[in-house]
């Protein structure tokens, strides 16, 4: 297909798009929770995009930081400041500007607001004030971490999401031993500054064989995501400057599990005097003779002994 074609095609396409996007239902005095990009602008929706062309004010984390991305997309909609500092007065405004049945979009500087980001107090005053909130999903710094990490599964999705890493190492140390307990990845945010103490940290605390993967500069032109174990976490930062520079998205891979054994995988003299011990013995006290006296973990001698007892029966 030609360069003409194509354009055509894709003209064609968008305007399907944007038709839809008109017939959908854009309800007033409504707060639009807007999900903007990460670092990519392009992966703006189109729903994000007619939201804030549609709104009547964005209340944004830093007029600043989302000026430029309003501008790459020709949205002029009025801009006013809802970050932690203001996020009571913030929310007292957005409630009156719904009283007066204005549609109020909320933004943070990337990402999904109220998200380990300003805007759940704004969220909830809205709610509490009874306006609807109309969340619009999109970019996430920590699903695309997911998504490049592969760290979870089908059988076991669970995961957890720290937010920001202390920045003390004292409190940092305590807070990552928190985590450890938790049976699946963790994810958390940390800044270029103390990406090497937090490394560090981790490794005092999880040891050299736990793995991480450290994603950086996520959907941006230098983005990188590489996982190693944490023994060997100095000599690669060291191997290159550029990996300390950025934003970035830690990933603690869960400790892998070792599966119980079968009653299959315990040899047949250990099943024959356990079958013995039985009858004189309660399956506690066998199991408890038995992992003294073997290598076999304790639930896989403990399956055996259950089943070993009611064969005899």
Not at 147 to 156: F, K, L, W, Y
Not at 162 to 181: I, T, Y
Request: glycine share 6%; with cysteine; proline share 4%.
């Amino acid at each position: 297909m030609d360069e003409n074609k194509v354009e055509q095609s894709m003209g064609v396409t968008v305007q399907s798009l944007l038709q839809r996007t008109e017939e959908q239902s854009w309800p007033q005095a409504c707060l639009y929770v807007v999900a903007t990009p990460i670092g990519n602008l392009t992966d703006m929706s189109l729903r994000a995009w007619q939201a804030l062309r549609r709104c009547d004010v964005i209340a944004a984390e830093d007029t600043r930081s989302t000026r430029p991305l309003l501008q790459a997309w020709g949205v002029d909609t009025p801009l006013m400041a809802a970050h932690r500092h203001n996020e009571e007065q913030a929310a007292q405004q957005i409630v009156a500007k719904l009283e007066a049945g204005q549609r109020v979009a909320l933004v943070s500087d990337a990402g999904a607001p109220a998200v380990s980001d300003p805007g759940s107090r704004i969220v909830r005053k809205v709610r509490e004030a009874g306006f609807r909130v109309l969340p619009l999903p999109g970019p996430s710094a920590v699903i695309t971490a997911l998504m490049a990490t592969g760290v979870t599964t089908d059988e076991n999705p669970a995961f957890a999401f720290a937010g920001f890493v202390p920045s003390k190492s004292m409190a940092r140390r305590k807070w990552l031993q928190q985590w450890e307990r938790f049976d699946g990845p963790v994810l958390m945010f940390e800044g270029p500054h103390r990406l090497r103490a937090t490394l560090l940290d981790m490794l005092e605390v999880y040891g050299p064989d736990k793995q991480v993967s450290v994603a950086r500069e996520l959907t941006k032109r230098f983005e990188q995501v590489h996982t190693l174990a944490l023994g060997e976490v100095e000599a690669w930062l060291d191997s290159d400057s550029h990996h300390e520079q950025g934003e970035f998205v830690l990933v603690v891979h869960a400790t892998v599990q070792v599966a119980a054994q079968a009653e299959t995988d315990i040899d047949e003299v250990t099943q024959q005097w356990m079958r013995v011990l039985l009858t004189q013995l309660s399956v506690k006290d066998v199991v408890k003779l038995a992992g003294q006296a073997s290598s076999y973990k304790r639930d896989a001698l403990y399956e055996c002994a259950l089943q070993l007892k009611e064969q005899s029966h």
